[in-house]
């Protein structure tokens, strides 16, 4: 009887032993993959200023396109006098 509680006192510390060892590769893998994580999140607001300048240079150009259509009314009427009399 008691080879048997021996047995079992064993079998349930390999057991926990087991699943100790089995948390803590996994909390290892979990903590690189955050780190992983952390880098990029990292480089992404290092990108971010570079973004925003990147959009206002684009609304910038928004209104550059919506301009040229009046440009080039004068200069279709500046190279073609007679085609506006016509």
Known sequence: MLRLILFL?????VLFLGTGYFIYIEMGAISSAL????GVIAEIQNLLPKLEVAVDTINNLDEVFQNLSGISEILSL????LQSNS
């Open 9 to 13: 006192q064993i079998l349930l510390l």
């Open 35 to 38: 780190e992983e994580a952390m």
């Open 78 to 81: 500046l190279l073609d006098p």
